[in-house]
């Protein structure tokens, strides 16, 4: 938590102002009891009218002061926090858009999501409590001390009762209550989590006729955190009775003393109410910082997470330009590649060695887990390779500036992610430079062109965020005109072909035909339909690669292959392609 | 679950309803409260006469000076003891009842909200987030719970102290207590101006508040697209101007709120200082004593706390009604028709299914099923085929009862499900989704989920023939292992046997599967295709298809495109006619 007040730092003559205008409020609000006390005793008792006139006039002064004072401290707090809260923010996303894929691992995108906005949140109303209160308080508290012991020295004693009392009660009651509090959360989650799989199991348990077992299951949870909840007010809610008794007690105190000491001094008659009001303020402030303390940890939770983010060390480093002479014409090439994630005991690529040349198709396939996607990762150097190479254009990644890296290739996901802004924008994200025409023949390629025209306004239609407005199909065909619109020597395709459907998949790859006569495509699928044409097909089982070929020469010789175009087509269909493949073994004979 | 982004409570569209619905559910609290409003008013009184007697403490002294009566006085002494005592008491016992009706009130809401998620229509869920639903379980519901009992504390209390402080001021000095009054309506007077005035400040720094979130959300959930465009500086620009925008409209509007402290200080601090210096004037005349003046700046000071107070719970009975409006919008929502009463029974199910000229929509626009009718005898293999998103589950939501055709029925043996009890009808029918959901509990309880009577042994033995008892035999604490929706032990297709296992341990008569098995290995595919063979032998069942060789085995083929059958037949039928089924096979599975 303190460690992020450096960035406090550009705002420091604010938050001299603010701890200024502070003292000028705290002193002017407590110097009204003692002109009170003053009116009391040289005042009222003797009969002088003038005198209560002209302390009058100067506690209405000192009213005003107050008043600008009490004006800037809160907006200078209020202000600071915000622009306190404006840097970290920035400094959060630009940290988070700045890392690579790989750092960001092991933070869900929610809870980063989390981490930029409620975190910031949480400690901004710290920062702008702390301002003020954390300023406030302690002033507070000491200005009424030397004024409560100046007024009536004799009677000092029944701060440091009053203190220790208010202090007991809280720590006390903290005490009791605070062990419960985990309790409850891990309680309340439960009925979160019961709650979450009623719903989302709701056809599974109607199914089993099951809504009574979730049911008792339910209550049991509720009836727990009621009464939980019960027994954590009870001893909550003695709070303020107790304090209610500490000040009143106080005040009491604050009179007899004040009364039985008016022998020795008459003054002591407008100076025991003044003090008694001292006791108040003071008994206050200390009150408000027990009440910081609570917070404190709260706020602290909040502080880890954004320090979890801000202290990442980039795994990945780039050089300022690109070192060495990319070839002109594309390829992609793995030399013996080893991967592994951080913390990770089995490998999830192993000696992977392959070319893909300009003009042809190289296709991954295999299960799920066997490394497919890992492996296109790795060639925008979204993952770093544990072991070996992979030279770009013949010169090894690690040897690019990232933007010259990027720009020679067109990265369309998994999933079609588009941006809130127009149908144009989206198509130009990568080539921010493209002409209209640009824009127009990469939708044409993507079997975009048709739907995009009878949108009312076509390319400059609206999309909004999350691309909710098209259809799953469109937001891929948009994703890869994306790609395509870039122009680059490589395309990697992760899986995109699977949300269209068959006939605009094969349109696509026809259509793409032509312009990747120069450039290198890399394809991720899981349909053998879909890589069946590739010119070589790369079969990875478990990290390794297990095959390398095409179509008809993986059936004659590769039995991971086999199996995968086994359990997608029929027995019939399966011995047609395998005599189909034995065909093309004779022909490679001869 | 999606929970980040909107802050704001909102406020309630239907107050009227929101404020009776909120009324008639607390009703049997009703008696409760009132005792804890009592209290929590005895309590206020009890504790406005003390300023009032210490005053009086100090008039014995200066009136018996120098000879004090400390004899009188220490009697005061006891009683503002008893007094404070006894309104800490009070006030005790007020905020302990109504914890008691908080967490009580809370416990029926929650059970109330579980109850109707088992009664409403399936069709509710399909259209609403699940998120939303969760949320009002959650956060509306704490919401609403605490804000009422800190409310129902705070106006008691307040109100109380308002009308107790002005008759006490009254009877000390009536034109003292008119000055007082007079500064109260000026400082809230000037304060609703000036909130008036930042609300439109406070609406902007919202609005650009939602921006950021939006703009947070969409760049880091497409971070990859940002990484492979080199678009992370204009994303870090785009962000910073809307960053500074907000701080703008962060400022602006706190210069209006931080007005709002000084002004207030200003118009109860012209009062103080009125106070003395009349109040000054008035003892020298003697109209009034010394200690009514101590006692009548107390009881200023008591004065101002209420109002503030009162005027803070504007903002949060509109959160209250807001968070009532959703949770009783929702528990008004019309449930499913309830079962009817004379249900029948079908004692030994042959499992012969069949519809009846069945039309089906979801939204009564667009016709889904359109007078469909099917045979399907006992032990046939039903297999329904099309592309994604055609609709495939609509014959199971009918079959399940899930939704209920618009005309047309079906039957089970001849008998129509409509006159069957839901619970009697789904009995009938074993379930194997995609959507492989398992509940946090023991692998066990899992197992058990169908059928609660199932000894430890059926489970093994169901366990067996779905393949997956090698998988929980390797867990640390095998069939007593923990496990659940989300849990990363097991893999995907492991959870897909454990569902087909469950469907084994309930033993129904029919089945009804959905064969999509993405993100599993080729392995475990080949398991799971065993478990559905041995699943499927010997009962009618209805398969959502995805491999031919099912397709191609099965009796029956129901063809769904656009949400609509199609067509039916079996595979050389429906080849032979050259329709949408032929074309979707040959551009799946045959040669180009």
Wanted: glycine share 6%; net charge neutral; with cysteine.
């Amino acid at each position: 938590m303190w460690k992020l007040f450096k960035y406090l730092k550009p705002y420091w003559w604010q938050v001299v102002i603010l701890v200024l205008a502070t003292v000028a409020q705290v002193y002017t609000t407590l110097q009204l009891p003692a002109l009170m006390a003053q009116i009391i005793n040289d005042g009222i008792v003797p009969g002088n009218m003038d005198y209560i006139w002209s302390m009058g006039l100067i506690m209405l002064g000192l009213t005003a002061l107050s008043a600008v004072a009490a004006f800037l401290s809160s907006f200078l707090s209020a202000r600071v926090g915000a622009y306190f809260s404006r840097d970290l923010r920035a400094e959060i996303f630009a940290k988070i858009i700045n890392a690579g894929v790989s750092d960001l691992k092991e933070f869900s995108t929610a809870s980063l999501i989390t981490r930029t906005t409620n975190d910031v949140n949480q400690i901004q109303m710290v920062i702008t409590m702390l301002l003020s209160m954390m300023i406030r308080s302690p002033l507070f508290c000491i200005i009424a001390l030397v004024m409560a012991i100046q007024t009536a020295p004799e009677m000092s004693w029944i701060i440091a009762v009053g203190v220790t009392a208010i202090i007991c009660s809280v720590v006390l009651i903290m005490a009791l209550v605070i062990p419960k509090f985990k309790v409850f959360q891990t309680i309340v989650d439960r009925i979160t989590l019961i709650t979450r799989e009623n719903l989302t199991g709701l056809r599974v348990i109607r199914a089993f006729n099951n809504e009574k077992l979730e049911k008792k299951k339910f209550e049991k949870t509720n009836d727990e955190l009621t009464k939980l909840l019960i027994f954590i007010d009870r001893i909550l809610e003695l709070q303020n009775p107790l304090i209610g008794i500490i000040f009143n007690g106080a005040t009491l105190l604050c009179s007899w003393v004040g009364i039985s000491l008016l022998h020795q001094d008459f003054s002591y008659l407008g100076n025991m109410s003044a003090f008694a009001q001292y006791v108040t303020f003071v008994m206050m402030s200390f009150l408000m910082m027990s009440m910081l303390f609570v917070m404190l940890p709260r706020a602290n939770v909040s502080a880890e997470r954004i320090r979890e983010v801000l202290d990442l060390n980039f795994k990945i480093h780039w050089r300022g330009e690109t070192y060495g002479v990319p070839s002109k014409s594309a390829s992609v090439e793995f030399k013996n590649v080893d991967f592994c994630y951080p913390g990770a005991a089995e490998k999830v690529l192993s000696n992977v060695s392959f070319v893909a040349e300009a003009g042809k198709t190289t296709a991954f396939i295999g299960s799920t887990g066997s490394g497919k996607s890992t492996l296109i990762n790795l060639v925008p150097r979204f993952y770093e390779a544990t072991d070996g190479e992979i030279l770009i254009n013949g010169v090894s990644v690690k040897d690019y500036e990232k933007d010259d890296l990027i720009s020679r290739i067109g990265f369309v996901p998994q999933h079609g992610i588009l941006f809130s802004g127009s149908v144009e924008s989206n198509i130009m994200f990568g080539a921010p430079n493209a002409s209209k025409a640009d824009v127009i023949r990469a939708a044409e390629i993507a079997q975009a062109k048709d739907f995009v025209e009878k949108l009312p306004q076509k390319y400059n239609s609206r999309i909004a965020q999350g691309g909710t407005n098209v259809s799953g199909g469109q937001k891929q065909r948009l994703s890869i005109a994306r790609a395509i619109c870039k122009k680059p020597d490589i395309f990697i395709f992760d899986d995109a072909f699977s949300a269209l459907d068959m006939k605009t998949d094969a349109k696509l790859r026809a259509a793409l035909k032509p312009i990747t006569e120069n450039a290198v495509v890399l394809v991720v699928a899981q349909r053998v339909s879909t890589i069946k044409d590739a010119e070589q097909i790369v079969v990875l089982d478990n990290g390794r690669v297990a095959g390398k070929g095409c179509h008809l020469d993986l059936l004659n010789k590769c039995p991971v292959y086999q199996s995968i175009v086994k359990s997608q087509l029929s027995d019939d269909e399966y011995a047609h392609e395998l005599k189909l493949a034995n065909k093309f073994a004779e022909k490679g004979a001869k | 679950m999606d929970r980040h982004g909107s802050t704001t409570a909102g406020k309630a569209k239907d107050i009227k309803f929101a404020l009776k619905q909120f009324l008639k559910s607390i009703k049997p609290w009703r008696f409760m409260i009132l005792l804890s409003v009592i209290l929590a008013i005895g309590s206020a009184i009890l504790a406005l006469f003390i300023p009032k007697i210490l005053g009086d403490m100090t008039n014995i002294a200066v009136n018996t000076y120098p000879e004090i009566d400390f004899g009188s006085i220490g009697r005061k002494v006891v009683v503002v003891v008893i007094l404070f005592l006894a309104s800490a008491l009070l006030n005790y016992g007020q905020a302990f009842i109504l914890a008691v009706v908080s967490a009580k009130y809370t416990e029926h809401l929650r059970s109330e909200i579980i109850d109707k998620i088992s009664r409403l229509p399936i069709s509710y869920f399909d259209k609403h987030k699940y998120g939303d639903t969760l949320s009002r379980m959650t956060n509306d519901v704490d919401v609403l719970t605490t804000s009422m009992s800190q409310e129902i504390a705070d106006i008691s209390l307040s109100i109380t102290t308002l009308i107790g402080v002005m008759i006490i001021m009254l009877s000390i000095s009536v034109p003292l207590s008119l000055i007082s009054f007079v500064a109260i309506p000026l400082s809230v007077l000037a304060v609703g101006k000036i909130t008036k005035f930042a609300q439109k400040y406070f609406r902007e720094q919202q609005n650009t508040l939602g921006a950021l979130n939006s703009e947070i959300e969409e760049d880091y959930s497409g971070q990859i697209v940002i990484k492979s465009n080199s678009y992370e500086r204009t994303a870090v620009a785009s962000f910073g101007a809307v960053n500074q925008k907000l701080a703008k409209a962060a400022e602006r509007a706190q210069i209006f709120s931080s007005l709002s402290f000084p002004v207030t200080h200003i118009f109860t601090n012209l009062a103080y200082v009125a106070i003395c210096i009349l109040g000054g004037k008035f003892v020298i005349d003697g109209v009034i004593n010394i200690g009514d003046i101590q006692a009548f700046i107390q009881y200023v000071s008591r004065f101002n706390r209420p109002i503030t107070e009162v005027a803070a719970t504007t903002a949060t009975i509109q959160s209250l009604l807001a968070a009532s409006e959703r949770i009783f919008e929702f528990l008004a929502e019309p449930e499913e028709e309830p079962d009817t009463e004379k249900s029948l029974t079908i004692p030994d199910v042959k499992g012969e299914v069949e519809f009846h000229n069945v039309c089906f929509s979801y939204n009564k626009k667009q016709p889904v099923i359109k007078n469909f009718s099917a045979t399907i005898k006992p032990g046939m293999k039903v297999a329904i085929v099309g592309p994604t998103g055609a609709g495939k589950t609509t014959i199971i939501n009918l079959l399940m009862r899930f939704y209920e055709p618009d005309s047309g029925f079906i039957t089970i043996d001849g008998e129509p499900i409509r006159e069957m009890k839901r619970a009697d009808v789904r009995r009938l029918f074993g379930m194997v989704l995609q959507d492989t959901w398992l509940f946090s509990g023991t692998v066990e309880e899992n197992l058990r989920y169908g059928n609660q009577s199932a000894s430890y042994n059926d489970i093994v033995q169901a366990a067996k023939s779905s393949n997956v008892n090698h998988v929980i035999e390797a867990l640390p604490k095998t069939y007593k292992s923990m496990i659940s929706e989300d849990s990363d032990n097991i893999s995907a297709g492991e959870k897909q046997l454990i569902t087909i296992a469950r469907a084994m341990v309930a033993d129904p008569p029919m089945m009804i599967l959905d064969e999509a098995t993405s993100n599993v290995d080729t392995r475990t595919e080949q398991l799971i295709q065993d478990s559905f063979e041995k699943l499927t032998h010997g009962r009618t069942s209805f398969v959502i298809a995805h491999r031919l060789s099912t397709i191609r085995n099965s009796d029956l083929i129901l063809v769904m495109r656009d949400g609509a059958i199609v067509e039916q037949g079996n595979h050389d039928e429906l080849l032979a006619t050259g329709g949408f089924y032929a074309e979707l096979y040959n551009s799946q599975f045959a040669e180009n």
